[in-house]
């Protein structure tokens, strides 16, 4: 099984620039969650999805927005892109809700923002 | 407000010679309390939960912690450091909300030969 999979692994942008973050889980996971990471600051939620066709905003949802296509996907979008969301995303999956279930992360995408 | 503390940014050890590491909570309610690791360049992995059962909690890898209500400490510990263990580890709280959990800032463990 793959797991959690993230795309791209890399990505470069220019401020303003838009681009679409990818994640696709194959555990028939309910609820998948998008993060950030950045050094010093743990992990914080941006948006989360408890199951298909429900979205909502986590810690730090500005300047994202998310759509869950079905229930193996969940993308993250960043409409204008800004150096502060220079960061290292993950996408993480469970099958239920995270206080009863485990969350399975892929393996992140490192965004850069110049 | 649920919050949580790692106190120490970094820890290093010998090879064979016991972990610890260390990690503070605050919660309004009885929370449900995490470690999760995360091996470079790699997403995280849980190690263990705590979820008001038995107040020690046994993980993979040979971890285990202790909730210590009375000190809100859930620290981390391991009898014998393997090289495999060197990584960053998190201690997590939960939010009060379904999705949300509380990430600590994470404690870097260097495993020394």
């Known amino acids: 099984n793959a797991g959690v999979t993230q795309t791209p692994k890399f990505q470069v942008l220019k401020t303003g620039q838009s681009m679409t973050l990818q994640c696709a889980q194959d555990m028939n996971h309910n609820s998948m969650y998008w993060y950030r990471q950045d050094p010093g600051m743990g992990l914080r939620l941006i948006y989360y999805s408890a199951s298909e066709g429900t979205t909502d905003k986590g810690e730090v949802p500005n300047g994202y927005n998310v759509s869950r296509l079905n229930k193996r996907e969940f993308s993250l979008r960043l409409e204008s892109a800004a150096p502060s969301q220079t960061s290292v995303y993950f996408c993480?999956?469970?099958?239920?809700?995270?206080?009863?279930?485990?969350?399975?992360f892929g393996n992140g995408t490192r965004l850069t923002v110049t | 407000a649920q919050s949580v503390t790692q106190l120490d940014s970094h820890v290093s050890v010998s090879e064979g010679t016991p972990v610890l590491l260390r990690c503070n909570y605050s919660s309004s309610y009885s929370p449900s309390l995490f470690w999760y690791v995360q091996h470079p360049n790699k997403g995280l992995q849980l190690l263990l939960k705590?979820?008001?059962?038995?107040?020690l909690v046994k993980g993979i890898n040979g971890f285990e912690a202790e909730f210590k209500k009375s000190e809100t400490s859930f620290h981390l510990t391991k009898p014998s450091a393997h090289m495999s263990d060197a990584a960053e580890y998190f201690c997590v709280v939960s939010g009060g909300s379904q999705g949300n959990l509380i990430f600590g800032k994470g404690t870097k463990l260097s495993v020394k030969p």
């Open positions: 705590y979820t008001s059962a038995a107040t």
């Open positions: 993480a999956s469970s099958e239920r809700g995270v206080y009863n279930s485990p969350l399975h």
